[in-house]
């Protein structure tokens, strides 16, 4: 099927160690993916008592491993560091990685708040939060990056517009992503199975998807891990 929108995947980093991230990165750009994204989580969510990678080392360790994939995270939270901190980690991403870095960004929500508090960060009102992203995007744009925001809200939604900037969604119906592109640029993230047998789901079943996703205007198309990453490059192939 040719489409325009690209696809990409998450990378594992619910780990004690990068090693699963870097081998499925480089896989993926074997088998011509277009993209590698790593989440901003301090640990899994609702999980403390697990592990998880910061995503910028995580990703500078593909950046010079790999020489064509697309690598971002979905999302890097503000608030978590100062806002010309992560500015500056964009930045020396793309030093690796030219032309390379998606600088997805978000300003967290209720699920990911008790990450902040355990380590002494706080949460801000929605409103500086927000301000704070557009900010960041606004400077990265100025350095030239791609730069996505995620979120649901409206107000949230309206940072990526002023900033003429893609809006990234997770796990939203096809009508709600066609219903945005209206409005602007839009991504989309989520799950190829939201029950949890991503890895399972086959190349038609993902083209299918993508297809719908692309018709309604979506220019990327990225699933979490596990998914059939043979299966993903079938789609992404078929371009």
């Not at 989520?190 to 991503?198: F, K, N, Y």
């Amino acid at each position: 099927m040719s489409r325009t929108c690209r696809v990409g995947v998450m990378v594992p980093t619910f780990r004690d160690s990068p090693a699963d991230a870097l081998a499925l990165a480089l896989e993926a750009e074997e088998l011509g993916i277009d993209g590698v994204f790593a989440y901003d989580h301090l640990w899994p969510m609702g999980r403390p008592d697990r592990p998880a990678l910061a995503p910028f080392p995580v990703l500078g360790a593909i950046a010079v491993e790999t020489s064509r994939i697309r690598l971002g995270t979905l999302v890097a939270r503000v608030g978590v560091v100062p806002d010309e901190v992560l500015v500056s980690e964009f930045l020396a991403l793309d030093r690796l990685a030219p032309g390379r870095v998606i600088a997805a960004l978000g300003t967290g929500d209720h699920l990911s708040f008790n990450e902040n508090r355990a380590y002494g960060l706080g949460v801000g009102p929605a409103a500086e939060r927000r301000a704070a992203l557009g900010a960041c995007a606004a400077a990265l744009c100025g350095f030239g990056l791609e730069v996505w925001v995620g979120g649901l809200s409206r107000p949230t939604i309206a940072v990526a517009e002023s900033a003429g900037v893609s809006a990234n969604f997770w796990q939203v119906p096809v009508e709600r992503v066609a219903e945005e592109a209206a409005r602007g640029p839009v991504t989309w993230a989520g799950m190829a199975d939201p029950e949890g047998e991503s890895a399972a789901v086959g190349t038609d079943e993902l083209d299918a998807l993508v297809g719908a996703l692309a018709a309604a205007g979506a220019s990327w198309v990225v699933f979490g891990w596990p998914v059939d990453l043979a299966a993903l490059a079938g789609v992404a192939g078929g371009r």
